[in-house]
């Protein structure tokens, strides 16, 4: 039986990071599960809710078997929303195990964590965040929802620095999601923003898992 304090994850699992700048290096994935925003867009569903409980070094000794067979040095926790639980334990036997880790957020929610890459994702309609993470983000993720507008974009980059990019991913590769992508894009350029960049979802193109 794991001991408290447990985590609620959905699924753990090695595959090549598929989305932002750490695209294609390979990665262990803790999916948390529970999410506190229910966008109707959303591709993980199936983690908004259950998990099975975990103790974080239960967590550790999958993930240091997984590690013997796919030699990634990153792990990635994702969602739902992760930080809605408590990862500090995770994050520091993960550290003494020295992995890299990367925390995929909403950017609703903030506590500190020792960990190497915040990839923050906003939402709308709000496209609200934690102040926190203005000087922590390593990159702005953002969906091309019907809700994303160039308004929308200006006042992130005003917000970021301009090394932190902006990257515009179309909703689950759709066409019209792509195109509004491009457009926004060549709105930002008109109008002088910089480290404005399409991301695609290299999981959906190229079907891996
Ligand atoms: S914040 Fe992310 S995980 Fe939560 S509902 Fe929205 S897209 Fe899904």
Do not use: H, Y
């Given at each position: 039986m794991p001991q408290p304090p447990t985590l609620k994850i959905v699924e753990i699992f090695p595959s090549l990071?598929?989305?932002?700048?750490?695209?294609?290096?390979?990665?262990?994935?803790?999916?948390?599960?529970?999410?506190?925003?229910?966008c109707s867009f959303c591709d993980t569903k199936y983690a908004w809710r259950g998990g099975r409980d975990y103790g974080?070094?239960?967590?550790?000794?999958?993930?240091?078997?997984?590690?013997?067979r796919f030699p990634a040095h990153w792990v990635c926790l994702t969602g739902g929303e992760p930080l809605l639980q408590d990862l500090r334990q995770l994050v520091s036997l993960l550290k003494k195990e020295k992995f890299k880790v990367q925390v995929e957020t909403n950017a609703t929610r903030y506590y500190p964590l020792s960990i190497d890459w915040y990839t923050i994702s906003p939402k709308p309609k709000a496209y609200s965040f934690a102040p926190e993470y203005q000087a922590r983000a390593k990159e702005?993720?953002?969906?091309?929802?019907?809700d994303l507008r160039l308004?929308?974009?200006?006042?992130l980059r005003q917000t970021f620095p301009e090394k932190t990019p902006i990257l515009l991913q179309p909703q689950s590769s759709k066409r019209w999601s792509q195109r509004l992508a491009m457009k926004i894009i060549r709105q930002a350029l008109e109008a002088g923003l910089k480290n404005v960049r399409l991301s695609a979802q290299l999981q959906k193109i190229l079907h891996i898992r």
């Open positions: 990071q598929g989305e932002g700048l750490r695209q294609g290096e390979p990665t262990i994935f803790v999916r948390l599960a529970g999410c506190n925003l229910k974080p070094s239960q967590v550790v000794e999958k993930i240091k078997k997984m590690r013997a702005v993720k953002l969906v091309a929802t019907k308004g929308v974009i200006k006042k």
